[in-house]
């Protein structure tokens, strides 16, 4: 099973579960997020890994080689993302080793993020003729400012723990991130659901227009990988 759904006390775990594909997500995991996702009662979500390698590596290449044009402008990925960003309830990303590309994405979607000291951060996209569209473009900013956010988008540069703490990318490191979210997770079910909800919904409004021109932009950079130059 692609994404493991553990049911707390206090609170869920969504756990990815490929830790052959360095937890890189399919279509498949992102279609089971997404159903998780939709039970809208939980007032607390840790999303995380299994295994002690990656965090996630983001899409899995073998379904990416093939994405067309279309698939951008319809970005699954993207949408799941904006479910979690949009979730009710606190999210907490339980970030244990690296986080590439679409899983630095799905990491940014997360209200609050725990590192570990294996923890790497790194949009690599435009490197292979891309951009980080499933909401690295759009949110990254927001966190660590505009010029750090080109210096990780632009180039591509891969941060660790200690630097995304010093640049308020992570709210924590610690030795057991997933403990550390469990125990937080913990702290968060004993106030009230209600100001929680309303006090994000002020601090974090989704940005439509931006996620829409991430979706655009990557739509034209697949026509073009896939032969469009001569257009």
Known sequence: MSLQILHRK???QLLLDRPHRANAYDRATLERLSAALSDRKQPVLVVGSMGDGAFCAGADLKEVGHAAPEDALDLFSQKVFAQLAAFPGVTIAAVGGPAVAGGCELALACDLRIAGPKARFQLPETALGLIP????CSRLPTLIGVGR???MVLLGRSIDGPTALAWGLVNQLVDDPLAAAEDMA????QRDPLALRLA???LSPEL???LARERVSEALLYGRRNGGESA
């Open 208 to 210: 439509a227009g931006s």
């Open 10 to 12: 206090d609170h869920t």
């Open 186 to 189: 913990s702290q968060l079910a």
């Open 200 to 202: 994000k919904e002020i």
């Open 133 to 136: 569209a499933a909401g690295g």
């Open 149 to 151: 956010a080109k210096e």
